[in-house]
């Protein structure tokens, strides 16, 4: 039962803390409200277990509002404040966050090419950023699970429209698993438990004890 030396975290093809980063676009009670590629409630979860997974594993993350200074629009919602509120915000009235000039000079300035990607709507705030730093060589990773669209059908079609232009495809349970590795890197394991803790009181660590008697 001997682990492999870890591998270079920075130039590994898989993601890793050290060589990946979060981006989180328009999670906002508006654009929440409007999902119907899924269940809200289930949105919210896994979109907030995957911004508390990220400071597990101190991923640098980005986080960007639209038309909250003109006054159109209200704040990220609740739950995301309450975990990323000490970030920085970056506020934009361009749909594209990639055209706006804060936001693209934050991403740039993490030095890191892989991004995984997290937005709302699907169709618009995910598939237009996430094609242009493609274009711009950055390799995307899109965890599906934490996304939504106006519509079953345009979330699947912006899904299939970057994912031609080349982005990957992930869950968030395949996000977290690959980020972690190696439950001997036990540091992060309370960490990665913790995402997966419900308001129902599903406990994932009594789950799997009682998978293996």
């Known amino acids: 039962m001997t682990s ?19 981006i989180i676009i328009d999670y906002q009670p508006v654009q929440v409200s409007s999902i119907r ?15 508390k997974a990220a400071l597990t594993y101190n991923l640098p993350i980005i986080h960007s509002t639209v038309n909250v200074e003109t006054g159109r629009n209200e704040p990220a919602i609740q739950d995301l404040r309450d975990l990323i509120g000490h970030l920085p915000t970056y506020d934009r009235t361009t749909v594209n966050a990639w055209e706006d000039v804060e936001f693209k000079q934050a991403v740039k300035a993490l030095g890191r090419r892989k991004l995984i990607m997290t937005a709302l709507w699907t169709e618009v705030c995910l598939a237009f950023p996430a094609l242009d730093a493609l274009q711009e060589g950055y390799e995307v990773y899109v965890p599906v699970d934490a996304v939504g669209g106006t519509s079953v059908a345009a979330h699947e079609a912006a899904l299939r429209r970057v994912e031609q232009a080349g982005a990957k495809l992930s869950s968030r349970v395949q996000l ?3 980020l972690q590795r190696d439950w001997a890197r036990e540091e992060t394991v309370p960490g990665f438990m913790d995402v997966f803790e419900s308001s129902d009181g599903f406990n994932p660590e009594k789950a799997m004890e009682s998978a293996a008697v």
């Open 4 to 22: 492999e030396m870890i591998r270079n975290p920075r130039t590994d093809h898989l993601l890793t803390p050290e060589n990946s980063a979060l």
């Open 37 to 51: 590629s899924m269940p809200r409630e289930e949105l919210v979860f896994n979109i907030v277990s995957t911004a």
């Open 176 to 178: 977290y698993c690959e």
